[in-house]
């Protein structure tokens, strides 16, 4: 449940504002119960349903197992609150999420994470390399963005859309890996495999890139075309990754 400084704010708002609360808190606790998180930096963003351009953010200064649906800060495009509210954003934070939720549509959930494998893999030149089924399956529907500094720069935000395109996700060179979905589950099922492949990457060049055995071309171009339907899996895994939270990190939906 929420806590004394978090008390719930679930008769104050919507009933599509209380549910777009309660996935993205969930995304938060999924984040933080896979080992992916990064203290109190990065943000996954939900935008509220409804035509004022708002958006779902966590506070600054919260652990993502802490995070719960009323602690969440409603901001508005520019990143400014827009709701009576104790905690407060980082505003260079939502600079990358408020580029995506701009640009695109599609873009109702935004994940951008900091994992060591995930940062690895956009560190090396070649990229994602289709090395695991994984890989194979997102190769195509991955795109890249090269690494300008700490997110400060406004400007920096076209740029960052522009290589996104209609991508559903994105390796950020030298800094991460960023998820997009139309649901939260879709944002869920893409980050996950991202993040697995960048594991199963680093593991493998551990001994050395000469030893790396790469997929067949016709397996290549035969998962590309399977690869478009991992959406369709998303509805199927979102159900167990809550029950998982019950069981390993109730009170999200506080």
């Known amino acids: 449940?929420?806590?004394?400084?978090?008390?719930?704010?679930?008769?104050?708002?919507?009933?599509?504002?209380?549910?777009?609360?309660?996935?993205?808190?969930?995304?938060?606790?999924?984040?933080?119960?896979?080992?992916?998180?990064?203290?109190?930096?990065?943000?996954?963003?939900?935008?509220?349903?409804?035509?004022?351009?708002?958006?779902?953010?966590?506070?600054?200064?919260?652990?993502?197992?802490?995070?719960?649906?009323?602690?969440?800060?409603?901001?508005?495009l520019e990143g400014n609150i827009v709701q009576d509210t104790t905690n407060f954003i980082n505003p260079a934070g939502f600079t990358i999420h408020s580029a995506v939720h701009a640009a695109r549509e599609d873009a109702k959930f935004v994940i951008h994470l900091h994992t060591v494998n995930g940062v690895g893999v956009a560190a090396q030149a070649e990229g994602l390399l289709p090395i695991s089924q994984n890989a194979c399956l997102l190769?195509?529907?991955?795109?890249?963005?090269?690494?300008?500094?700490?997110?400060?720069?406004?400007?920096?935000?076209?740029?960052?859309?522009?290589?996104?395109?209609?991508?559903?996700?994105?390796?950020?060179?030298?800094h991460g890996t960023l998820a997009v979905g139309e649901t939260a589950a879709q944002a869920w099922i893409g980050i996950f495999f991202l993040e697995r492949a960048c594991a199963q990457q680093v593991a493998a060049l551990s001994g050395g890139r000469e030893h790396v055995l790469l997929a067949p071309d016709a397996a290549q171009e035969e998962t590309k075309e399977q690869g478009r339907g991992i959406g369709f899996v998303s509805a199927l895994a979102w159900p167990g990754a809550l029950r998982q939270l019950e069981r390993k990190s109730p009170g999200y939906d506080a």
């Open 1 to 76: 449940m929420a806590d004394g400084a978090n008390p719930s704010i679930k008769s104050r708002v919507s009933e599509a504002e209380w549910q777009a609360r309660v996935e993205l808190a969930a995304l938060y606790r999924l984040v933080a119960l896979h080992g992916w998180d990064d203290m109190i930096f990065t943000h996954i963003s939900a935008r509220v349903p409804g035509p004022e351009h708002h958006f779902l953010i966590n506070p600054y200064g919260f652990y993502f197992d802490e995070i719960t649906a009323s602690s969440l800060v409603k901001v508005d």
């Open 139 to 174: 190769q195509h529907q991955v795109a890249y963005h090269g690494y300008e500094g700490l997110a400060l720069n406004h400007d920096e935000r076209e740029r960052l859309v522009a290589d996104l395109g209609d991508k559903p996700m994105m390796l950020l060179r030298n």
